[in-house]
């Protein structure tokens, strides 16, 4: 069996940064989350449905990963 390169062991791939970023914002914030019928404010840009609450995060993954690789 054959290993990749060695890392070390505090060492994290920029997938796994971006995820745990994603995570932070998403629970912070309530990026995308679907909306209820309840009274009171709906902010806009969250979902109806849970694909469309799929969606969001999947762009907002894609955001922290440029974020974190350094792309603009």
Not at 47 to 68: F, S, T
């Amino acid at each position: 069996m054959e290993e990749g390169p060695a890392l070390h062991a505090g060492a994290r791939r920029n997938e796994d940064i971006a995820l745990d970023l994603m995570k932070f914002v998403a629970m912070t914030t309530g990026y995308g989350r679907t909306t209820s019928s309840g009274v009171g404010f709906q902010g806009t840009g969250s979902a109806a449905k849970p694909d469309e609450y799929a969606a969001h995060l999947l762009e907002l993954y894609g955001k922290c990963r440029a974020a974190v690789e350094g792309k603009k």
